[in-house]
């Protein structure tokens, strides 16, 4: 059965205790960067005109349109370079304007849409005064005449610009592509935004565990993470298990020992967990692929390998993620969370990673009894029990087991900021009333409840009066906050008394 309830009041009255001030509200507009490439997209006609596409200049041989049907990655359209026939040495070319030492970004996608006697190249160059970058790359082939079929890869690379005005042309190379047009689709070019500092050790939660910090489609680039080893690991849309971005490992290639690690905070001695997710996106070509996991700063060393599920699908949505929970021992002040794949033969096969988090395992009440309490006293309900207030400050026993703040030493200075807050916040043109409080990470016991009172004696358990308001804020490493508000708003009429209670059961 569930133990007595442990109950902190907080009581508050609108019209009294709170004091209503104006607060700046403050936004923050992250402006698209704009894309310097006129018609990136070949979205503008003509269309299936071979040697004409709008904003671009065709030249070498001039089998080059902007088709639809043949596959794309925006809109209905992509050029096709070599349509119409078996030829080579097709060129799409733009000149941009530039700024000399600006740093700019250059993406695109490709394809092969049809059945290529030989496999195709794509010569790709950037210039200025001198070459900026000028690379052959072997494009994806999938061997189908179904436009849905056609497999695009995403390409990111990054150059600082030498001139005025920069070039960026695209170049077939190799004939065999009689019945294949190498489509290309989604081109830009755009000027990079300031880089990310090198990343601090983490108080938990870990920086970017879902992967949806920008940049993406960056090759050895993970925003909060330090890629190491051969460096073949970007941020992607291959699937993943929250949002719609994951890290990526062996991306583009056949590659392994590619190493993905971040450093977090820790207090030595105490038990965190592990989690995370894992998935295959692609068909591999030899053994299965296999992720390890390492904790470098736990007692004992924890290594763990995993061979995530792999169903062979080129399409995001068919990914399939298991979830790995695992557990270990902090050693010291930090640790550092590390994984390696360990397996090759993935020329077309990318292993993905997902939603990675490290916590702080919560102590049983027993576990933190024996923390704070002799045995003497832990033989006492009295003093250490779940219902017992032993520092007299109003706040029993399992709440501050709940806070994780100090049962013996009264409100401190310290732990004030544990204890649940009211206050108001501004949604629209309406306020609000909201409770805060701290929860501990890692908790097993029942939900507790915010109880709602209009006179301190008729409490309302159902909690239909309030809502909580986004999800729950780390507030350290022990605990998160979680902040509830009152679904009615403060009006400009008479404003009733109301008060909160937190009440926690085992």
Same mark, same amino acid.
């Given at each position: 059965?569930?133990?007595?309830?442990?109950?902190?009041?907080?009581?508050?009255?609108?019209?009294?205790?709170?004091?209503?001030?104006?607060?700046?509200?403050?936004?923050?507009?992250?402006?698209?960067?704009?894309?310097?490439?006129?018609?990136?997209?070949?979205?503008?006609?003509?269309?299936?005109?071979?040697?004409?596409?709008?904003?671009?200049?065709?030249?070498?041989?001039?089998?080059?349109?902007?088709?639809?049907?043949?596959?794309?990655?925006?809109?209905?359209?992509?050029?096709?370079?070599?349509?119409?026939?078996?030829?080579?040495?097709?060129?799409?070319?733009?000149?941009?304007?530039?700024?000399?030492?600006?740093?700019?970004?250059?993406?695109?996608?490709?394809?092969?849409?049809?059945?290529?006697?030989?496999?195709?190249?794509?010569?790709?160059?950037?210039?200025?005064?001198?070459?900026?970058?000028?690379?052959?790359?072997?494009?994806?082939?999938?061997?189908?005449?179904?436009?849905?079929?056609?497999?695009?890869?995403?390409?990111?690379?990054?150059?600082?610009?030498?001139?005025?005005?920069?070039?960026?042309?695209?170049?077939?190379?190799?004939?065999?592509?009689?019945?294949?047009?190498?489509?290309?689709?989604?081109?830009?070019?755009?000027?990079?935004?300031?880089?990310?500092?090198?990343?601090?050790?983490?108080?938990?939660?870990?920086?970017?565990?879902?992967?949806?910090?920008?940049?993406?489609?960056?090759?050895?680039?993970?925003?909060?993470?330090?890629?190491?080893?051969?460096?073949?690991?970007?941020?992607?849309?291959?699937?993943?298990?929250?949002?719609?971005?994951?890290?990526?490992?062996?991306?583009?290639?056949?590659?392994?020992?590619?190493?993905?690690?971040?450093?977090?905070?820790?207090?030595?001695?105490?038990?965190?967990?592990?989690?995370?997710?894992?998935?295959?996106?692609?068909?591999?070509?030899?053994?299965?692929?296999?992720?390890?996991?390492?904790?470098?700063?736990?007692?004992?060393?924890?290594?763990?390998?995993?061979?995530?599920?792999?169903?062979?699908?080129?399409?995001?949505?068919?990914?399939?993620?298991?979830?790995?929970?695992?557990?270990?021992?902090?050693?010291?002040?930090?640790?550092?969370?590390?994984?390696?794949?360990?397996?090759?033969?993935?020329?077309?096969?990318?292993?993905?990673?997902?939603?990675?988090?490290?916590?702080?395992?919560?102590?049983?009440?027993?576990?933190?009894?024996?923390?704070?309490?002799?045995?003497?006293?832990?033989?006492?309900?009295?003093?250490?029990?779940?219902?017992?207030?032993?520092?007299?400050?109003?706040?029993?026993?399992?709440?501050?087991?709940?806070?994780?703040?100090?049962?013996?030493?009264?409100?401190?200075?310290?732990?004030?900021?544990?204890? =649940?807050? +009211?206050?108001?916040?501004? $949604?629209?043109? @309406?306020?609000?009333? &909201?409770? !805060?409080?701290?929860?501990?990470? *890692?908790?097993?016991?029942?939900? =507790?409840? +915010?109880?709602?009172?209009? $006179?301190?004696? @008729?409490?309302?358990? &159902?909690? !239909?009066?309030?809502?909580?308001? *986004?999800?729950?804020?780390?507030?350290?490493?022990?605990?998160?906050?979680?902040?509830?508000?009152?679904?009615?708003?403060?009006?400009?009429?008479?404003?009733?008394?109301?008060?909160?209670?937190?009440?926690?059961?085992?």
């Amino acid at each position: 059965m569930p133990k007595p309830h442990s109950n902190f009041l907080i009581t508050v009255r609108w019209a009294i205790a709170l004091s209503i001030t104006a607060a700046a509200v403050f936004s923050a507009n992250i402006a698209t960067a704009q894309n310097l490439v006129s018609n990136g997209d070949f979205e503008v006609a003509p269309f299936f005109a071979r040697g004409v596409v709008t904003g671009w200049i065709v030249d070498g041989t001039g089998n080059v349109a902007a088709l639809s049907g043949e596959g794309t990655t925006s809109g209905t359209h992509a050029a096709a370079l070599d349509e119409g026939g078996n030829s080579a040495g097709n060129t799409l070319a733009q000149t941009i304007s530039t700024t000399p030492g600006v740093t700019y970004i250059f993406e695109f996608d490709s394809g092969v849409y049809g059945q290529p006697a030989s496999p195709p190249q794509l010569h790709f160059e950037v210039f200025g005064n001198t070459s900026r970058l000028d690379e052959i790359i072997s494009v994806p082939v999938i061997n189908s005449f179904d436009p849905a079929q056609t497999e695009f890869h995403h390409y990111f690379r990054t150059f600082v610009a030498d001139s005025t005005s920069t070039t960026i042309r695209f170049t077939d190379v190799g004939l065999g592509n009689a019945y294949a047009d190498l489509m290309i689709d989604a081109v830009s070019l755009i000027v990079a935004p300031p880089p990310t500092p090198t990343p601090t050790p983490a108080v938990l939660p870990l920086v970017n565990g879902d992967f949806e910090t920008w940049p993406f489609n960056n090759p050895g680039t993970v925003a909060g993470w330090v890629v190491g080893g051969n460096k073949h690991i970007e941020t992607i849309s291959q699937g993943a298990s929250s949002p719609i971005h994951s890290a990526g490992f062996s991306v583009g290639g056949d590659s392994f020992n590619n190493v993905l690690s971040q450093t977090f905070i820790t207090t030595p001695g105490l038990t965190y967990t592990l989690d995370f997710d894992a998935g295959v996106f692609g068909t591999r070509s030899g053994a299965p692929l296999q992720i390890q996991a390492q904790i470098i700063g736990s007692s004992p060393l924890f290594s763990a390998n995993a061979t995530p599920p792999d169903n062979g699908v080129t399409h995001p949505a068919f990914v399939i993620f298991q979830h790995y929970h695992f557990a270990f021992i902090a050693g010291g002040n930090v640790a550092t969370i590390q994984f390696t794949d360990l397996i090759g033969n993935n020329m077309g096969a990318d292993l993905m990673l997902d939603t990675v988090v490290i916590a702080p395992q919560a102590p049983t009440f027993l576990q933190w009894q024996t923390t704070y309490f002799t045995p003497g006293q832990r033989g006492d309900p009295n003093i250490s029990g779940w219902s017992a207030d032993p520092d007299g400050d109003g706040v029993r026993n399992g709440l501050e087991y709940y806070f994780h703040s100090n049962p013996v030493n009264g409100i401190s200075v310290a732990d004030q900021p544990l204890l =649940p807050q +009211v206050g108001l916040m501004v $949604d629209g043109t @309406s306020t609000y009333v &909201t409770f !805060s409080y701290h929860r501990l990470l *890692g908790w097993t016991g029942n939900t =507790p409840v +915010v109880a709602v009172s209009d $006179d301190l004696v @008729s409490w309302d358990l &159902t909690q !239909s009066q309030i809502e909580q308001v *986004g999800g729950p804020g780390r507030a350290d490493g022990f605990t998160d906050v979680v902040t509830v508000r009152l679904k009615t708003p403060i009006t400009g009429g008479t404003v009733p008394k109301k008060y909160f209670r937190l009440m926690l059961t085992q």
